[in-house]
């Protein structure tokens, strides 16, 4: 992840902004797969399958 990270601040300082908006979307992707899921409010069990 440290590489994608720094493409986007290449991406960033070069103005390429479909580059930045594919490389930002990709490390949300990548954030979201690797979050914990939440428990559920009424069981208080995990939601994941």
Known sequence: MAQVRADLTA???ARDRATAAVLRTT?????????????????GRSRAP
């Open 27 to 43: 490390l949300g992707a990548v954030a979201d797969a690797e979050a914990v899921p939440a428990p559920d409010p009424v069981t």
């Open 11 to 13: 991406a960033m300082r």
